[in-house]
Each structure stands twice: as C-alpha cells, then as structure tokens.
C-alpha cells in the first residue's frame, strides 16, 4: 500500500518518540490521577465523565498516533499495531485499507454533524440549567457520592420551574427529571441529533472530545489531546454552574440563580464556543483528508 501523493517527508525516529513521550507525559497528568481514584472507589464530579460519560480507554488514549498519511521512521524495536498500520522498507504509516466501511460511515456521520453544528449561530440563553433540571424533585441526584447540593430542593425546584428551559443536546436532556421535560423548548432525540446540535452548547463542545476518539487512531493523537483538554475545561464550568458543591474540589460556584452569575456563565460559555469554532474546523479538517 503506498503512501498517498501528498504525504510529508517521514519523521524520524527521535521526533515521533518525542512526541510520543510528550503526549503521554501530557495525558497521564489525568490518567493517573484516575486510575488512582478507581483503586480507592472515589468519586470526582469533574473528572468521572471521561469514564462515565464517555468510553475511551484510559491505555488507548495515553498512546501516540500520528495521524492519517504521516509517515514514521521505524526500526526493528518499534512496535505499532498491525490493525492500523502498514510498515515497509523501514517506514510505517497509517494505512487506509485498513480503514473498515463501518469505521468510515462512522467518520462520515461525525463529519457531517460537526459541519452542520459549525455552520449554525449559537445560543448562550440556557445558563447550564440542564444539571437542575436533572435534580428537580430530588428525582436522580446523579453526582450525590461526590458533591452535596448547595442550595435546599426547594429552590432548585423553583428556579427550574421559574425560567425558560432551551437545552438543545440529546445527551443532556434524555436525563432530565420527567417533570421536566415538557418544559423544554426543544426536544432532542438520537434520531434528530443533527438537527439541535449547536456551537454554543456546552455539551457541544465537550464533545469534541468524543468525536476526535471515535476517528481516532486516523486523526492524530495531539489533536485528541487538544480536544481532551477543552472537555475537561468544559466540564469544570458546566460543574460549576451545576445546583452542586464543588468547595471541597476547589471549584468556586458559578451561580447562575442570580443574574450576575448568569452573565458569568454566558461570558465562560461564549469564551468555550470560540476555543470550540477552532477545534472543530480542526477536526473537520482532518476528516476532510481522511475521508
């Protein structure tokens, strides 16, 4: 299988092991600290959604792939796995026949949903009111192993019950409390995914990180690890503007009960959804190429 016509001059091998190393130093920084906690059955409101609310393994994403069409100097030592990989005359590269139909559908539905929720303006009104809605009644405390509530029922009750519930993204809203759902201006569903997405959603932008690993190891692993990083920056805001209290964590509440916290909220999210546009034609890009 040759190389496609465009592809760079190959890295040597110093320059991808150094890169190799530096990206599982950079990762590690959070894998580690996760595996830990997973020994001692503790829970962390910030950082268990990379285990919980997604499923990329912890081994996978500390290992270094260059991306698609990238060329490595290789020697007898090195070991890369066969499923991706094609090795010949002491160069290895990524080779696209081994990238399945399934895989490549997969890619194809990603890139699609990726320009599509590019393309649109986005909404900065729902001031992360999904976590209460998940709460109102006291139906499913999700996060009540790790986090107290900050405020009483009631008053989370009230502010759900009180303002206007526009979230736009499925995996947000399936887990609303009942009560709640008719409430919501929009109702999102797998099926019409395509149709909500929207750049200024917060779960929006978290979940570039669930698109770069499921095109991963064809996109390169030091755009995953830029996606990883701004889920995880994401989650911290969409956590602190939550009904719960992350004191203990050193997570200082974004309270968007008031109006000065709304406007907080809205400058965060406005801020994600500019790191977000750049990610995302990131990511768009490197399908394009794939694909």
Known sequence: ?????????????????????????????????MRARKSRGEKHPVYDFLHTYYSFPLGRLERWHPGFAVPLEINQTID???????????????????????????????????????????????????????????????HRESAPLRLPQSKIDELVSGRPLCCSHFDAFRFFAPDTVPLNRFTPTL??????????CIHANMDLYKWAYKSSPWISSDLLRKTLFFAIEARSIDMRASPYDLSDYGYPPIPIETTEGRREYEREQTGLYRKGLALRSELIAALDKIL
């Open 191 to 200: 099926l019409t995914r395509e149709d909500h997405e929207q750049p200024g």
């Open 80 to 142: 890369l796995p066969e499923k991706y990989y094609h090795q010949e005359g002491g160069i290895a590269w990524i080779d696209s026949k081994k990238l399945t139909f399934k895989a490549q559908e997969r890619m194809q539905r990603i890139h699609r949903l990726l320009t599509l929720t590019q393309s649109r303006p986005p909404n900065f009104s729902c001031h992360g009111l999904h976590e209460w809605a998940m709460v109102y009644s006291g139906s499913d405390v999700r």
């Open 1 to 33: 299988m040759p190389l496609p016509v465009q592809s760079p001059a190959p890295l040597s091998l110093s320059q991808w092991q150094e890169s190799a190393e530096l990206h599982r130093q950079e990762v590690e920084q959070i894998t580690i600290p």
